[in-house]
């Protein structure tokens, strides 16, 4: 028996007893189940961008049975999922200021969710317009919607 087992206990275990009739062995596998965990936290509080810039997350959970992982920008009301690129990181274009808000890591499975996020500001640059373009194109300056 394994008191208090922990995940480094999972592996494989043999079993040997030998007397003077002969010896006698079994072979078996300890599977440990966990709940998600994220193995790597976000390490900042917020990510700053510029409209037209592409914004890579790394996201890393881990857990037994394997969680799915997804990541999601929320602004405003909506959300969506960002494109996944290849193992733990995940990307979004930002094409509008009006993208920004909070991106959120998230693992799930049968035994459990973590999520962690953090705010992602976007910023757009000024124009300066003259003449009938002033008529026109009214810049305005980026901001963050606070989803709670």
């Known amino acids: 028996?394994?008191?208090?087992?922990?995940?480094?206990?999972?592996?494989?275990?043999?079993?040997?007893?030998?007397?003077?009739?002969?010896?006698?062995?079994?072979?078996?596998?300890?599977?440990?189940?966990?709940?998600?965990?994220?193995?790597?936290?976000?390490?900042?509080?917020?990510?700053?961008?510029?409209?037209?810039?592409?914004?890579?997350?790394?996201?890393?959970?881990?857990?037994?049975?394997?969680?799915?992982?997804?990541?999601?920008?929320?602004?405003?009301?909506?959300?969506?999922?960002?494109?996944?690129?290849?193992n733990s990181s995940y990307q979004l274009t930002t094409n509008s200021s009006l993208e920004a808000g909070m991106v959120a890591c998230r693992g799930e499975s049968v035994l459990g969710e973590v999520e962690a996020s953090r705010a992602l500001y976007v910023h757009s640059p000024f124009k300066i317009a003259t003449g009938a373009q002033l008529q026109h194109h009214v810049q305005v300056p980026s901001y963050i919607i606070k989803v709670d």
């Open 1 to 86: 028996m394994i008191p208090n087992v922990t995940l480094q206990d999972a592996g494989e275990y043999r079993c040997e007893r030998s007397n003077s009739f002969g010896d006698a062995h079994v072979n078996t596998t300890i599977i440990v189940e966990s709940a998600p965990r994220l193995v790597k936290p976000f390490n900042t509080t917020s990510l700053n961008t510029t409209v037209g810039s592409v914004v890579e997350v790394e996201c890393v959970v881990d857990g037994y049975p394997v969680p799915t992982t997804t990541v999601t920008l929320t602004e405003g009301a909506g959300s969506t999922v960002l494109q996944h690129l290849y």
